[in-house]
Each structure stands twice: as structure tokens, then as C-alpha cells.
């Protein structure tokens, strides 16, 4: 899912998004994978 699908579904900031998802990456939940302009962002198998 990208994030801009992300935020649409929240209905939040993109900068809220993004804070979330540094957040989640950083606890080694997701990884986000840089494409164009945007974001990918992958759940990890935990």
C-alpha cells in the first residue's frame, strides 16, 4: 500500500502519516520502500 493510500484511508496529516510510519519502521513493523515521490509500504512478517 502507498503511503498517500495510507493517509486517505486515516483521514490524517501527511506529515502525522509519515511520523507514524518512521515510527513503525523504527520498531522494525514495516519497511517503506522509496518509488517516485512516494512511499511503498510493506508489513514485516514478525
Known sequence: MTQKDIRKELK???AKVSLILTQL???GRIKKIKK???NIVILNKN
Open 12 to 14: 490524517i496529516s501527511e
Open 25 to 27: 519502521e523504527s520498531e
Open 36 to 38: 517516485g515521490r512516494g
